[in-house]
């Protein structure tokens, strides 16, 4: 069983972290704790939604699904539609 997690930074609320983990208060926990070189500069982190997979890679697909739509849009596209790639 695995979690995927969206974090949304206290501290620089535009910052967010996509992750999946095995144990989400653990991993949560070390994060805040400054653990995690992608998320140390932005200290501490809320989860804004956790999800549970029972299947391992579901979850590892989901959240490369994830990672990969937000490199796809435009740093001012808030409307979580995927922007045109650029050939």
């Given at each position: ?8 930074s ?17 991993r949560?926990?070390?994060?805040n704790a400054?653990?995690?070189?992608h ?8 989860p804004v939604v956790?999800i ?5 890679a579901?979850a590892?697909?989901f959240?490369?699904y994830l990672?990969g739509?937000?490199a796809?849009r435009?740093p001012?596209?808030t ?9």
């Amino acid at each position: 069983m695995k979690y995927v997690y969206l974090l949304r930074s206290v501290s620089n609320p535009v910052k967010r972290y996509i992750g999946v983990t095995s144990d989400f208060p653990k991993r949560l926990r070390q994060h805040n704790a400054g653990q995690s070189p992608h998320t140390s500069k932005h200290k501490p982190w809320n989860p804004v939604v956790v999800i549970r997979f029972e299947d391992d890679a579901r979850a590892e697909g989901f959240e490369e699904y994830l990672k990969g739509a937000r490199a796809t849009r435009s740093p001012k596209d808030t409307s979580g539609e995927r922007s045109a790639k650029k050939t």
